[in-house]
């Protein structure tokens, strides 16, 4: 069985992410430290709450991350997930980011209600994506956000949804993936990006 | 394209669903887990859980049934019903729901909204709002109340407290406004005039409120069928609309309130 650390950043709900994992057959398990990330197959960085903190939370880990990606374990960013992997943010100020993919955090436009709550579509550029692996096009998934990532090269933009402009809610750059939706609240579809995630590490 | 939420309701006493259900082959109709499981299959977006326990040993049976929820529900849930502190919030979203409804407590103490949206994010913090109209006559414009004309008269909208027993004089519309300055992430509207007639949701608070907050609103109180539903997304500007009878009593799946959502145009997740 595969065992992933779900990294506990202080903040959230991280029991629906594990339970999700779980449902799909991996042995997943919360950790806040450093020594909880040794010996683990991937790491799986979750989101709720505000990238300024979650940044500061994360500082001691920094560096383990990076070293897990640089042996080659995969890494899942979920939601504020996502953003934390970017160069930077500018939620609240401007926060340095853990830099895996290059670009910046900006705000959704006022023209639309904020938080983007709710289900929306995604709108797959790549089918081969290992995440999206037998995900229809135009599926819906759950989002709760009010930042999104504008994405600079380097990094694949494997989905994308709108909602008042056009964002990328798919990422990766292999065996980094993030996606800006919450899987473990996407129903089935959202259990199967997680089984995806899961074959994935298992391969 | 960002679809519109229908959201069954499940009230909730000592663990058990308290409402008749009309589903068929559920082993345990009072079991919220099974329950919640059935409307997950049907297709419903997001369930809220209304606990209307009054007595000490609400706490525990209230944590212990969000996390058998939290174990076999992938679509997100709130929960709702006697939140009076920020370690009360705490506690249900770790114990893992995704957000939390309050409504007594955010009256009595507003400043509950803003302590709670800074920690946890204003994305997990729902306000509910009770509502009850107060009809003025012609000639009459009471200080510090939205006075609109509707179809049944001039009125304004009080707040109501400690599940829709006592009335608090405070307008409605402004209560909403300030609890979105003060970091509320979504509202629960509920109109008691409306409540349990079947005759629809109060559209003119609906539309009223759509124009003036700028965070989604969840529309309750009312639904006796599927247009019901439709009116409060289309004409009240709702974000999505909770029921708890049509659906509990199997006159209608969340599947064919869906259905009949699609065939007038409104983008849903079927």
Redesign the interface.
């Known amino acids: 069985m595969v065992r992933i650390a779900i990294v506990d950043y202080g ?3 991280l ?2 992410i594990r ?2 994992l779980r ?1 799909v057959g991996a042995e997943a398990f919360v950790t806040g430290s450093v020594e909880g990330l040794k010996d683990v197959d991937a790491v799986v960085l979750p989101g ?3 990238f300024g903190e979650a940044i500061r939370n994360l500082a001691d880990m920094s560096g383990v991350l990076r070293s897990l990606v640089d042996a080659g374990r995969p890494l899942l960013g979920i939601c504020l997930g996502l953003q934390l992997l970017f160069t930077a943010s500018t939620e609240g100020g401007f926060h340095r980011g853990l830099g895996f993919f290059r670009g910046l955090i900006v705000k959704l436009p006022s023209r639309v ?9 995604l709108e797959i550029l790549n089918p081969g994506c290992v995440l999206l692996e037998d995900i229809p096009d135009g599926s ?1 998934v ?1 989002f ?3 930042y999104y990532a504008k994405v600079e090269e380097g990094v694949n933009v494997d989905a994308e949804t ?2 008042g402009v056009r964002f990328p809610s798919v990422v990766s750059k292999e065996p980094v993936f993030a996606t800006q939706f ?1 899987p ?5 579809v ?2 199967r990006v997680l089984e995806n995630f899961v074959n994935y590490v298992r391969r | 394209m960002l679809a519109k939420r229908i959201i069954p309701c499940l009230d909730v006493k000592k663990g058990r669903v308290v409402k008749g259900v009309g589903f068929k082959g559920l082993r345990d109709a009072g079991d919220p887990v099974e329950l919640a499981l059935a409307y997950y299959e049907q297709g419903a977006d997001e369930l809220v859980f209304l606990d209307i326990t009054a007595s000490y040993e609400r706490r525990r049976t209230l944590i212990d049934l969000v996390e058998r929820v939290s174990e076999v529900l992938f679509i997100p849930f709130t929960v709702g019903g006697g939140i009076r502190t920020v370690s009360d919030i705490r506690s249900v979203l770790s114990a893992g729901a995704d957000k939390v409804s309050i409504n007594t407590a955010a009256v009595k103490n507003p400043a509950i909204i803003e302590e709670a949206s800074r920690r946890f994010g204003s994305q997990c913090i729902v306000v509910s709002i009770d509502v009850k109209r107060v009809y003025v006559a012609e000639d009459e414009t009471p200080a510090g109340k939205e006075v609109l004309e509707t179809r049944r008269g001039r009125c304004w909208w009080d707040v109501y407290i400690y599940g829709g027993r006592q009335p608090v004089g405070m307008d409605a519309l402004r209560w909403a406004e300030r609890a979105v300055e003060l970091g509320a992430g979504e509202l629960l509207v509920s109109s008691l005039d409306f409540d349990g007639t079947k005759q629809g949701y109060d559209i003119e608070l609906l539309r009223e409120l759509s124009r003036r907050v700028s965070v989604p609103i969840i529309a309750s109180s009312g639904a006796g069928n599927p247009r019901h539903m439709l009116e409060a997304l289309t004409v009240g500007g709702a974000d999505a609309a909770l029921a708890a009878s049509i659906f509990h009593y199997g006159q209608y799946t969340v599947e064919e309130v869906k259905r009949y959502l699609a065939e007038h145009g409104v983008p849903v997740r079927l």
Do not use: C
Not at chain 1, 113 to 121: A, E, L, M, S, V
């Open positions: 903040v959230g709900n029991k629906s339970n999700g449902k709720v709450g505000a209600k904020i938080p983007h709550i709710g289900w929306n579509t819906y759950y709760v956000h009010s709108v909602y919450h473990e609240r996407s129903g089935k959202g259990l």
